[in-house]
């Protein structure tokens, strides 16, 4: 588990370092995750039915489904599989991550950033 500060350093001095703007830090950000994400994992995602209610559901996590110029919010997507379907889901719709350290350890940098 990173510490705060070791968290800290990754973000300013590897994530974001040199970036001038939020489009640059955006950027960053795509190739961090582009670079650390391991897929395809497993992840419990809550999917919102016809009906207006959601449901939990085991998904495949494939790759992200978001440009480099979509990490200036606080979520993103990324490509999952049910059953036969291919669709983006947010990240924000994901629990109990079933990853790679590697993968984890960039969710936890990430859920730091979006915290500060």
Do not use: H
């Not at 703007?21 to 809550?46: H, I, R, V």
């Amino acid at each position: 588990m990173l510490s705060e500060e070791e968290i800290e350093q990754k973000i300013y001095d590897e994530i974001i370092v040199d970036c001038y703007d939020e489009l640059e830090a955006s950027a960053g950000w795509y190739n961090y995750l582009e670079e650390n994400l391991l897929f395809p994992f497993k992840a419990t995602a809550q999917l919102k039915k016809r009906a207006g209610s959601t449901e939990l559901q085991e998904v495949e996590i494939l790759g992200l489904a978001s440009r480099p110029e979509d990490f200036t919010g606080k979520d993103f997507n990324l490509q999952m599989q049910s059953g036969d379907y291919i669709f983006p889901v947010a990240y924000s719709q994901l629990s109990n991550l079933r990853a790679s350290p590697e993968t984890l350890e960039a969710f936890t940098v990430w859920d730091y950033w979006v915290r500060k």
